[in-house]
């Protein structure tokens, strides 16, 4: 149907879908012009190599802490921390997500207070759980699933919320008891979006990663940017943010692998 | 006004399907209790003075006082215009709702909660889109407990009766509304309810695809001889399929007249051109056009 539509129609269509090779090749030019004006500004020496390290120093950073398996170390205890939080977090938020939007009865009394709690800043707390936790991986993963549980537990509720009315009376009618409904009918009809939460909250949980390595870690890729700002080793720094960045990369990956796997019926 | 309640008993029974028509429009007895047949032996459902009003005491009214029976093996149509309440009387009937007053049983026994003995096919798609067309259909079955085997043999008798077996191991989301329509019926079916529920099935689906699934119903339904309470707004519809049609009025919601369709059986989707036919759509359209016209 589009056939005799140009090339630049077809771009310039709301919607419309563009050849996989366009995708792509626009994908890439994207990557080129950031890092090709990255290093305009860094070799031509517009921004000093102070303040802006050149791609070649980032890369050397990179290979040299490789080497020493002092990258590995500490991109391994802030997954540890992320992951960690992030699991204890959805542990709890999924089933709990699941009846706070099934029964007002559990929605009713939780939701006021989780909206409260879920517009307080992450950073207020850590002197809180530092006192309350010390100043242990307990104290990071705790700032982790501050940031992460009140947000998924909102999120997962609405995903119960939005299954099908008619779904679940269909599912009466065929015999299944009140009680069976949250775990025969609305669990899985909201798992598609339960994953989808899952992965965007994953990425949410990276985020909150250097706030909980601010204060009192001794490792994680987050503590080696703060102790890198000390130095002036701007290099490091680069090298800690392109990890998370490729880190939060990998987990939402490996969330859609996971989300086609379990739920190969939703689109 | 007076309630005009009109017994649909069980003078229409199974079998009754002789040439004779009845309309009993605006009874002026109005006498709820009255027709009640006190050999209420063939009778699988009975709706007694039933109302629905929405909210508190000056909530809306949906159904005002509305009385009628389903014979065993009947397939009865309510047709009304819309918002007249006829889907919300099958939600009451399926347990999903509660009445304000009156009651509803089946077998005898008053409606209070759902259960797998009224059988629902919504408008909406309702397969459920994680279960294969097989595991759908397998839904009922296996909540009631049935063994592995016996349950094969159910879906795979449903699967043939509504000619889905090749698709037997798609998901919804792979199948046309029709096709997920008649799944949804095989679904139902293969529970074994003593009533089946139909809340306008066929009303999402293009007009082509309707008259397929009209004359695929019809064919099961005769196969089967399955008690039907079946509603719709469209009369075509309601005089192909139907043993009886019920008119109901708008707001709040009342059956106004009962028409016995004595088309004989096995019917095709001709029928809407014989003279018996269009003679019964002049005299629903009729019905139909006073309630619109009230309600300008």
């Known amino acids: 149907m589009a056939q005799r539509r140009t090339a630049w129609t077809r771009l310039t269509t709301p919607f419309a879908n563009i050849p996989a090779s366009t995708a792509t090749t626009l994908a890439l030019a994207m990557w080129v012009v950031v890092i090709g004006g990255w290093a305009l500004l860094s070799y031509g020496r517009v921004v000093p190599n102070m303040f802006l390290p050149t791609p070649g120093t980032v890369l050397q950073t990179t290979y040299r802490m490789s080497l020493d398996g002092s990258l590995f170390y500490h991109t391994l205890t802030s997954a540890k921390v992320v992951i960690l939080g992030f699991i204890v977090s959805s542990v709890i938020a999924v089933p709990l997500g699941l009846w706070m939007g099934t029964y007002r009865a559990v929605q009713a009394p939780l939701e006021p207070l989780v909206n409260f709690i879920r517009y307080l800043p992450v950073t207020s707390f850590v002197p809180l759980f530092i006192l309350w936790i010390g100043i242990g991986i307990e104290q990071r993963i705790a700032v982790i699933f501050f940031g992460t549980f009140f947000q998924q537990l909102v999120m997962i509720s609405d995903c119960a919320r939005s299954v099908s ?70 290099d490091v720094i680069f090298m800690a943010i392109a990890a998370i960045g490729l880190l939060g990369l990998i987990t939402d990956t490996a969330f859609r692998i996971i989300r086609a796997r379990v739920a190969p019926w939703a689109a | 006004m007076g309630s005009l309640i009109l017994n649909a008993s069980s003078q229409t029974a199974v079998g009754s399907r002789a040439m004779s028509e009845s309309i009993k429009a605006n009874n002026p007895a109005g006498t709820a209790h009255a027709a009640g047949d006190p050999r209420s032996a063939g009778t699988t459902m009975a709706i007694e003075d039933v109302t629905l009003r929405y909210g508190d005491a000056n909530g809306v009214l949906a159904l005002d006082d509305v009385s009628l029976k389903v014979a065993k093996n009947e397939f009865c149509v309510i047709v009304g215009p819309s918002g007249c309440g006829k889907s919300s ?24 909660e759902p259960g797998p003995d009224r059988g629902m096919v919504f408008q909406s798609y309702t397969l459920f889109p994680w279960l294969t067309v097989r595991a759908n259909i397998e839904y009922g079955p296996k909540r009631k407990g049935l063994p592995a085997e016996q349950r094969r043999q159910i879906v795979d008798q449903y699967l043939d009766e509504v000619g889905l077996a090749p698709f037997a191991d798609h998901y919804p989301a792979q199948l046309s509304g029709g096709m997920k329509q008649r799944v949804a019926i095989a679904r139902a079916l293969a529970n074994d309810p003593a009533v089946l529920l139909m809340d306008e099935p066929f009303g999402a689906l293009d007009s082509q695809t309707r008259g397929t699934m009209q004359k695929l119903l019809l064919r099961v339904w005769e196969r089967q001889q399955k008690t039907v309470l079946f509603v719709t707004h469209d009369i075509d519809e309601a005089l192909v399929l139907g043993d009886r049609v019920l008119v109901m009025t708008a707001r709040p919601g009342k059956i106004k007249a009962e028409i016995k369709v004595d088309i004989p059986r096995p019917r095709s989707m001709d029928v809407i051109l014989e003279p018996d036919f269009i003679a019964l759509k002049r005299r629903i359209l009729g019905l139909l056009h006073d309630e619109i016209d009230e309600d300008h």
């Not at chain 1, 949250?182 to 009809?189: G, L, M, Q, S, T």
């Not at chain 1, 909201?190 to 001794?218: H, K, N, Q």
């Open chain 2, 89 to 112: 009387l099958l939600y009451l009937a399926a347990g999903l709702n509660d009445v304000t007053s009156g009651t509803i049983k089946v077998d005898g026994r008053e409606v209070i």
């Open chain 1, 165 to 234: 009315r008619d779904l679940v009376n269909a599912s009466y009618t065929l015999g299944t008891r009140r009680s069976e409904a949250v775990w025969h009918v609305i669990f899985p009809a909201a798992l598609p979006a339960i994953l989808d939460t899952l992965r965007v909250t994953m990425g949410w949980a990276w985020t909150y990663l250097v706030v909980a390595e601010l204060v009192a870690a001794s490792s994680g890729l987050g503590y080696i940017s703060l102790k890198a700002m000390r130095g002036f080793q701007v």
